[in-house]
């Protein structure tokens, strides 16, 4: 097998083994570049979030610094498991957002008051499509997770090598190559363009 055959083989199999990927990254961009549209399609007067429970509760928050291990230490005491996040938007509350591709759940925790809000995320599909397209990373604890976080890289990789063996093949077809400079070209000035005025 010759150099070039390899480099069309690899193309080839790369795009088809990419394809759940590019779909994916490809349609979920759609919600995230028209959020207000898709907003008010799913603006039906149902509630967003709903309350699964609150109750009196009480632990000592960080005035700074990593509020993870807070977080934990809440979602534990309260039987609440899965990938998570929290932050501190105000001095009088500590949020902790836990999260899948399909749900979406919020502890709220009201350090003054000393009361804890837990709240579950009415299910939308672009929600979804976004959760998966901005998901990655490695800090939580679970395989699965870091398993994800792994095949991300393997994919942005992937897309990488596909897109070299594309230009490859564009070089090595004489009869193509006037056409390729103009969409390189095109693809590039308007990247620039963005680059420079964004």
């Known amino acids: 097998m010759t150099f070039h055959l390899l480099t069309r083989r690899i193309h080839l199999y790369l795009g088809l083994s990419l394809l759940p990927w590019f779909f994916l990254y490809g349609v979920s961009s759609i919600p995230f570049s028209h959020a207000p549209y898709f907003q008010k399609l799913h603006d039906d007067g149902a509630p967003q979030w709903t309350v699964r429970f609150e109750k009196p509760y009480e632990i000592q928050v960080p005035k700074e610094g990593d509020m993870r291990a807070t977080g934990a230490r809440i979602l534990a005491d309260n039987g609440l498991k899965g990938s998570f996040g929290t932050y501190r938007p105000n001095e009088k509350m500590l949020e902790t957002y836990l999260f899948t591709f399909w ?49 991300v890289d393997v994919v942005c990789l992937g897309m990488i090598l596909w897109i070299a063996s594309g230009i490859y093949m564009w070089w090595h077809i004489g009869s193509t190559r006037a056409w390729g400079w103009l969409a390189l070209g095109g693809g590039l000035a308007a990247f ?5 005025a964004l």
């Open 103 to 151: 749900t979406a759940t919020r502890v709220r925790y009201f350090t003054e008051e000393k009361r804890l809000l837990v709240e579950d995320r009415r299910s939308r599909w672009d929600q979804v499509l976004t959760g998966m397209h901005a998901r990655g990373g490695f800090e939580q604890d679970s395989i699965l997770s870091d398993a994800w976080g792994i095949f």
């Open 192 to 196: 620039a363009v963005f680059l420079a």
